[in-house]
């Protein structure tokens, strides 16, 4: 059966719970409100890189992050066409248009694994993942792998 890796970034004190989706029902994320559980993952480990320091204030902290890489059965994955993203959807930050859809798609568990657009890397794609799909407690995770962290990143003049 056909696969498709995707690649997890977390901070080595979440990494237990790196799948439980409990950061982004807390805090709400691109594609989900807060109050619904999601797991974000990105099509390569460079994208999760990237995706990661957008979001840093100390690039220091790269040092603490552990990544993860999965595979899924691509019969699990739906791919979301750029045509059918809301008007919106790409807004920074994230607004109510992508996080309606998102939480649709999660909430009628049409699929485990929902392929959408990064607003950070064009022609590049991350995957939201439903802990709550029935198919998602069959994912087999490895274990985690310290970040390799290139010192040029950390000193970085922005």
């Given at each position: 059966?056909?696969?498709?890796?995707?690649?997890?970034?977390?901070?080595?004190?979440?990494?237990d719970?790196?799948?439980s989706g409990?950061?982004?029902?807390?805090?709400?994320?691109?594609?989900?409100?807060?109050?619904?559980?999601?797991?974000?993952?990105?099509?390569?480990?460079?994208?999760?890189?990237?995706?990661?320091?957008?979001?840093?204030?100390?690039?220091?902290d790269?040092?603490?992050?552990?990544?993860?890489?999965?595979e899924?059965n691509?019969s699990?994955?739906?791919?979301?066409?750029?045509?059918?993203?809301?008007?919106?959807?790409?807004?920074?930050?994230?607004?109510?248009?992508?996080?309606?859809?998102?939480?649709?798609?999660?909430?009628?568990?049409?699929?485990?694994?929902?392929?959408?657009?990064?607003?950070?890397v064009?022609?590049?794609?991350?995957?939201?993942?439903n802990?709550?799909?029935?198919?998602?407690r069959?994912?087999?995770?490895?274990?985690?792998?310290?970040?390799?962290?290139d010192?040029?990143?950390?000193?970085?003049?922005?």
């Amino acid at each position: 059966m056909p696969t498709q890796t995707v690649w997890r970034l977390t901070r080595r004190t979440y990494a237990d719970d790196a799948f439980s989706g409990e950061g982004a029902r807390q805090y709400g994320g691109r594609f989900n409100s807060s109050g619904t559980p999601a797991v974000y993952a990105a099509e390569s480990l460079a994208l999760a890189l990237v995706e990661t320091l957008v979001g840093l204030i100390d690039y220091e902290d790269l040092y603490e992050y552990v990544f993860f890489r999965v595979e899924l059965n691509a019969s699990d994955v739906d791919a979301l066409p750029p045509a059918d993203l809301p008007d919106g959807w790409d807004a920074r930050p994230p607004g109510a248009a992508s996080r309606q859809l998102g939480d649709a798609w999660l909430s009628e568990k049409r699929s485990m694994a929902l392929r959408v657009p990064s607003v950070v890397v064009p022609y590049s794609f991350n995957y939201v993942l439903n802990p709550e799909h029935p198919a998602f407690r069959e994912i087999e995770l490895a274990a985690s792998e310290t970040l390799p962290v290139d010192p040029r990143l950390v000193h970085l003049d922005v």
